[in-house]
């Protein structure tokens, strides 16, 4: 019942962020408050009021502006893979958000526990095999990181554009190409967690969907489903087509997730869920015995419920080259500069 209220609660939090009226329009002069304090606390760090420490490795911080889901995890997995293939040996360090470890930082495996470290922070890991860290202070995450593998020259933080005290020597904001910054205003108005101006400060844009100027365009790519029961085995989305299965989504945006199974001609029955939502057993079952697709970040930790007919989605991102390349192109110039 509880969290049946809470959901219904995001949802709808969700909702207003996308208006300017009604209970937008009341919250704004919260919203201002909430400004102000952002403002002066970046400020903060400016003035080195506030300490910033640096690692002796560059750090690059992928996060959002936003509360919710932009497409942060994908992007840093796929950012991981390519510096490897560049011949970097990145270290990621991350949050662990939804995670009930006991002492932080914990190291993470592929094999870990999702309940114990979250479940991005194993799909990442799962991945890209790459060296990782989890918890809420980044800047120890990234310390106790170098400190049991020394080899990385890179790390890339998942999330924590507004985490200061770690500095960082490259920002990249993703924004979520279609929804934008909802209603533009700051929590709890809307769902911003800095004003849009902060973009003048970041060194890159990404857009999850449609680019605009200045933005570098990433896309996800849906092909198949991997049985919960053993990944190996794998059938095209097509086989799904005109049938009628039961879509569960815990992420930031589930609707992106059940439009692109529509795509397929799936006809989807829509369970969505708050973003790194504790799946019970009882909340996969369903008395028609319909399939089950997923996403492959929820599929993490409903591994334990598989049945027969369960189904995750692993998501294929593409980002533009020109991107990656950049990115080269600013470790080399960090390099040269000391």
Not at 3 to 19: G, T, V
Not at 26 to 42: D, G, K, N, Q
Not at 267 to 284: G, M, N, R, S, Y
Not at 287 to 305: F, G, H, S, W
């Amino acid at each position: 019942m509880i969290k049946a209220l809470k959901r219904k609660l995001e949802f709808k939090l969700f909702a207003i962020w996308q208006s300017k009226q009604g209970a937008a329009k009341i919250l704004r002069p919260i919203s201002w408050l909430y400004c102000a304090i952002v403002i002066c606390r970046r400020l903060a760090y400016h003035l080195k009021l506030k300490k910033t420490e640096k690692v002796n490795v560059p750090v690059i911080m992928v996060g959002n502006l936003t509360v919710g889901g932009t497409g942060k995890t994908p992007l840093v997995t796929w950012l991981t893979n390519y510096l490897k293939d560049k011949g970097y040996q990145p270290g990621i360090i991350s949050r662990g958000y939804g995670g009930k470890a006991r002492h932080w930082p914990q190291q993470v495996r592929p094999d870990g526990d999702p309940y114990a470290v979250g479940d991005e922070a194993i799909l990442i890991s799962k991945r890209t095999h790459s060296p990782m860290a989890v918890g809420p202070e980044r800047l120890i995450s990234c310390q106790e990181l170098l400190q049991y593998h020394p080899s990385c020259n890179v790390i890339i933080s998942d999330d924590g554009l507004q985490h200061y005290a770690l500095h960082r020597d490259i920002e990249v904001a993703v924004v979520d190409g279609k929804m934008r910054f909802g209603n533009g205003y700051c929590l709890p108005a809307g769902a911003l967690r800095e004003p849009v101006k902060r973009l003048e400060k970041v060194d890159f844009i990404i857009a999850n969907g449609e680019a605009q100027k200045d933005e570098y365009a990433m896309r996800y790519t849906l092909t198949h489903a991997c049985s919960l029961l053993d990944s190996t085995k794998t059938v095209p989305l097509e086989q799904f087509k005109r049938k009628e299965v039961h879509a569960v989504a815990g992420i930031g945006n589930p609707d992106r997730f059940f439009t692109q199974l529509q795509e397929f001609g799936i006809k989807v029955i829509p369970h969505p869920f708050p973003d790194h939502h504790p799946f019970t057993e009882e909340e996969l079952v369903f008395e028609d015995k319909k399939p089950i697709l997923m996403t492959e970040k929820d599929a993490v930790k409903c591994k334990r419920y598989a049945q027969q007919d369960f189904w995750y989605v692993p998501v294929t991102v593409e980002v533009q080259e020109i991107f990656g390349q950049k990115i080269i192109e600013k470790l080399k110039e960090i390099h040269t500069n000391g």
